[in-house]
């Protein structure tokens, strides 16, 4: 399967609960926020599986709205978290790097390669899974 050019994107081998818990500790400790939060199957998807759109908010991206102001029609960056089966997750992070793709403003690149670097440890943290403990 050929990964998407516009995501970040992890196969995790835990059940959605606990991937999704995952997902939130492992932004916070990026210093992400998670704006909203959709939750598709409670809502216009009853019949899907579990799955929910996030809204991420960070910093950087305040900075590249502040260089570039209608960048903010392309905000907050998105992520994606779906069931894909029993005990496993899809995670999906919005590539911020689209966004700088989109402008000649150095400042606004400097933001996105920030958010870039964040959003890998994000999906590194996910790979390595939760901590053990002693």
């Not at 959709?38 to 590249?64: N, S, T």
């Not at 933001?111 to 790979?127: G, H």
Request: aromatic residues 4%; proline residues 10%; glycine residues 6%.
């Amino acid at each position: 399967m050929s990964l998407p050019s516009y995501a970040l994107t992890v196969e995790l081998q835990r059940p959605f609960a606990a991937a999704l818990a995952d997902l939130r500790q492992a932004l916070e400790a990026e210093g992400l926020q998670i704006l909203h939060a959709l939750d598709l199957q409670a809502g216009p998807m009853p019949e899907a599986p579990p799955q929910q759109l996030l809204g991420l908010w960070a910093a950087p991206l305040g900075e590249a709205m502040h260089a570039e102001p209608q960048l903010g029609a392309l905000l907050p960056l998105g992520a994606y978290v779906v069931a894909v089966a029993p005990g496993h997750t899809h995670v999906a992070l919005q590539d911020p790097m689209l966004l700088a793709a989109q402008t000649r403003n150095s400042e606004v690149r400097k933001a996105c390669k920030t958010l870039y670097i964040s959003l890998r440890r994000v999906v590194d943290r996910l790979m390595l899974g939760p901590p053990i403990t002693f």
